[in-house]
T-cell receptor, first 113, second 113 residues
Framework: ETGVTQSPTHLIKTRGQQVTLRCSSQ?????VSWYQQALGQGPQFIFQ???????GRGNFPPRFSGLQFPNYSSELNVNALELDDSALYLC????????????FGPGTRLTVL | QQQVKQSPQSLIVQKGGISIINCAYE??????FPWYQQFPGKGPALLIA?????SEKKEGRFTISFNKSAKQFSLHIMDSQPGDSATYFC????????????FGTGTLLAVQP
């Protein structure tokens, strides 16, 4: 196990709703990245947080937003859910923004109906 | 826009055989090429990675071969075992950051006993 935990494990929402996903990083890690993995696809980078500030963003609309807390845990918020948002959401933590190795959590499976 | 193209989509290998997965990239500025392994219900885990200053890197039964002129790199799994059955992803750094990754679409490997 990587020491990265995510909650909840599974979530079902309806279109237009809002959702918050949570991630606890591995002890000592100050950098958290979020990825979206659609079924049968590779993960896509959403954004990264380093010491509570956004440190890079992928090609995702502003309705995807995040937070990082002083203990380096993180949240991913998605507003106005669309059917295509159904995916596995992964967070990954690292010692720093320039560290090669990042450790992924098991993910949250989001289904939008 | 896919910047990392992975093949094959799926692969069946007999126990003890060699599994080979290929990846092609477009951006010559990429300087870090990892392979990740993902089991069902788990997040991806870093398996092995290479930088373009070497043409090959070996760790146990896993080898990365890198061809800078062809902009290709491949993963070789020697003496493949049923426990190697998983999905494998190649990746490359987005925006020059090695922990903000662009992933390939994945290769589902099944090793038959």
């Amino acid at each position: 196990e990587t020491g990265v935990t995510q909650s909840p494990t599974h979530l079902i929402k309806t279109r237009g709703q809002q959702v918050t996903l949570r991630c606890s990083s591995q002890s000592g890690h100050n950098t958290v990245s979020w990825y979206q993995q659609a079924l049968g696809q590779g993960p896509q980078f959403i954004f990264q947080y380093y010491r509570e500030e956004e440190n890079g963003r992928g090609n995702f609309p502003p309705r995807f937003s995040g937070l990082q807390f002083p203990n380096y845990s993180s949240e991913l918020n998605v507003n106005a859910l669309e059917l295509d948002d159904s995916a596995l959401y992964l967070c990954a933590s690292a010692w720093g923004p320039l560290t090669d190795t990042q450790y992924f959590g098991p993910g949250t499976r989001l289904t939008v109906l | 826009q896919q910047q990392v193209k992975q093949s094959p989509q799926s692969l069946i290998v007999q126990k003890g055989g060699i599994s080979i997965i290929n990846c092609a990239y477009e951006n010559t500025a990429f300087d870090y090429f990892p392979w990740y392994q993902q089991f069902p219900g788990k997040g991806p885990a870093l398996l092995i990675a290479i930088r373009p200053d070497v043409s090959e890197k070996k760790e146990g039964r896993f080898t990365i071969s890198f061809n800078k002129s062809a902009k290709q790199f491949s993963l070789h799994i020697m003496d493949s075992q049923p426990g190697d059955s998983a999905t494998y992803f190649c990746a490359a750094p987005q925006g020059g950051a090695t922990n903000k990754l662009i992933f390939g679409t994945g290769t589902l490997l099944a090793v038959q006993p």
